[in-house]
């Protein structure tokens, strides 16, 4: 029988999937609106397996505290703070915390409440095998 491979998104699908068969939980955010901007940060505890939010826009990100291993469909990156760098629209990832992070992204927008704020940047889960919404940003402890 000949073996088909996976997508990167299929495979994700699937890693999502098992996160929420064996219970994710929300990771401890904050977040403040300034001038046009709002600022959110996520503290991501060491050991934690995380899929990321999927954006409309690209936006910058900030990794002010922590070790983090990133996956991508270009591959792997090993973030140490301090880190900046710009995620492109679209972008999915698959994540291990190294150690405790803080992960702060920042977007431009009008809006004025966090329903708003998230309806405007961020794509619901796009993942077929999830029987319902997933918020995102879940994450499952060694």
């Given at each position: 029988?000949?073996?088909?491979?996976?997508?990167?998104?299929?495979?994700?699908?699937?890693?999502?999937?098992?996160m929420h068969e064996i219970g994710c939980t929300e990771f401890e955010t904050s977040g403040f609106l300034v001038?046009?901007?709002?600022?959110r940060t996520i503290?991501?505890?060491a050991g934690s397996y995380l899929t990321s939010l999927v954006h409309k826009t690209d936006h910058p990100f900030i990794l002010s505290a922590g070790e983090i291993i990133i996956y991508t469909q270009e591959g792997e990156r090993h973030l140490?703070?301090?880190?900046?760098?710009?995620?492109?629209?679209?972008?999915?990832?698959?994540?291990?915390?190294?150690?405790?992070?803080?992960?702060t992204t920042i977007h431009r927008t009008d809006k004025q409440t966090e329903s708003e704020i998230r309806e405007e940047t961020v794509f619901e889960s796009?993942?077929?095998?999830?029987?319902?919404?997933?918020?995102?940003n879940t994450e499952i402890k060694q």
């Open positions: 029988m000949e073996e088909v491979a996976l997508s990167y998104d299929e495979m994700l699908d699937k890693v999502e999937a098992q001038n046009g901007l709002y600022v503290l991501i505890p140490k703070a301090p880190f900046i760098d710009v995620t492109p629209a679209g972008t999915r990832r698959f994540a291990k915390a190294v150690t405790d992070c803080l992960w796009m993942n077929p095998l999830l029987k319902l919404n997933d918020k995102r």
